[in-house]
């Protein structure tokens, strides 16, 4: 078999952590239980302050795919979401095996720090408003048993430095 029929294996938790650093971004993660829904993860508040994320990995009917993070709490719309993140038609949510694909990580582990792992910039990277009002936002890292603390504006910076623009729109 040759190289280029290996998937790449995605980066870990580590990996992202000397790529925030290599940025000078600075990050903290404490570590917990794994964490499989937003409920679960809500046990943790009092410990780790700021803005806390809920991801979701939809499709359209062209097989575009989108990773879309709000609040923890936030309501979004599925019925006409597709018409503020420049889905064409109606979206769904997408495949376990092509979050793995894309994204280097399971249900549940979901993330915005995922794109590190799209180099083929398959998934378009979308941010709720909301959210971004926070000064700290709080992600897992590629993993769901910690939660990484980082700025605002430090993680567009990553975002960006993946060659993933955040497309920033009011979704809840």
């Not at 995605?10 to 650093?21: I, N, Q, V």
């Not at 508040?45 to 709000?70: A, C, M, Q």
């Not at 249900?107 to 408003?129: H, K, W, Y």
């Amino acid at each position: 078999m040759s190289a280029e029929t290996i998937a790449a294996q995605p980066k870990t938790a580590e990996e992202l952590f000397e790529s925030l650093d290599a940025m000078g971004i600075a990050h903290s993660t404490k570590y917990h239980p794994a964490v499989f829904t937003v409920s679960e993860s809500q046990s943790l508040r009092d410990e780790i302050p700021g803005g806390h994320t809920k991801n979701l990995f939809l499709k359209d009917k062209k097989d575009n795919f989108f990773l879309v993070t709000v609040e923890e709490d936030a309501e979004v719309n599925l019925k006409a979401i597709h018409t503020l993140i420049g889905a064409k038609g109606r979206v769904s949510f997408g495949k376990p095996d092509r979050l793995m694909e894309f994204l280097g990580v399971i249900p549940g582990a979901v993330t915005a720090f995922g794109v590190i792992n799209d180099s083929q910039n398959r998934v378009q990277m979308v941010l709720d408003e909301a959210l971004m009002k926070h000064d700290t936002i709080n992600a897992h890292p590629l993993r769901n048993d910690a939660t990484t603390s980082i700025g605002r504006d430090d993680l567009i910076r990553f975002l960006e430095s993946t060659g993933h623009k955040p497309l920033i729109v009011a979704l809840s």
